[in-house]
C-alpha cells in the first residue's frame, strides 16, 4: 500500500493521508505455514492469546488512544517508541504477519530518525490494519 502526503497546510508539515477506509481493506492473513508449524508446537487458545498480546501492542502503538508523536526534540520518546515498533515488528514476523512487520520496521526506522512524516504514514498504514481488524486468527 502507498500512502501519499495531503498538499502542505500552510505554516506545517505535510499531512499523511489516511489509508483507504476498513471497509474496503482486507486485513494481512496469518501466513498458513507458520500458522501450522505455530499449531504443532502449542496449542490454539496459547497462538489466540499471543494474536491478542499483538493486537494489544499495535493498539497501543497506533489506535484511537494511542499518544501523538513526539515533538523532535524529544529524543526518549522518540526512542522508546522505536523499541516499541521494534518489539512488535518481532512478534509479528514470528507470528506470520511478515506485511505488519514490515510497518512496524518502517515505524522504528522512522522513530530512530525522529522523522514525523515517515512515522505518520507507517502508523496510518497500521491504523487501517487495526481497523480492517488485523491481527486475527484463522478459523481453526
Known amino acids: 500500500m502507498t500512502l501519499e502526503p495531503r498538499d502542505e497546510p500552510a505554516g506545517g508539515p505535510p499531512v499523511p ?11 494481512e492473513p496469518m501466513d498458513e505455514a507458520r500458522l501450522a508449524d505455530l499449531l504443532a508446537v502449542m496449542d490454539p487458545d496459547r ?6 498480546g499483538l493486537r494489544a501492542a499495535l493498539d497501543g502503538l497506533a ?61 496510518a498504514a497500521l491504523r487501517a490494519q487495526l481497523d480492517a481488524g488485523a491481527p486475527r486468527l484463522p478459523p481453526l
Open 17 to 27: 493521508e489516511r489509508a483507504p477506509p476498513a471497509s474496503r481493506m482486507t486485513p
Open 47 to 52: 497462538l489466540g492469546a499471543h494474536v491478542a
Open 63 to 123: 489506535g484511537a488512544g494511542a499518544p501523538p508523536l513526539p515533538e523532535a526534540a524529544e529524543t526518549d520518546a522518540w526512542t522508546g517508541l522505536g523499541r516499541r515498533a521494534h518489539a512488535a515488528a518481532g512478534h509479528a514476523q514470528l507470528l506470520g504477519f511478515p506485511g505488519l512487520g514490515r510497518l512496524l520496521n518502517a515505524l522504528e526506522a522512522s522513530a530512530k530518525q525522529a522523522d514525523a512524516r515517515a512515522a505518520g504514514l507507517a502508523l
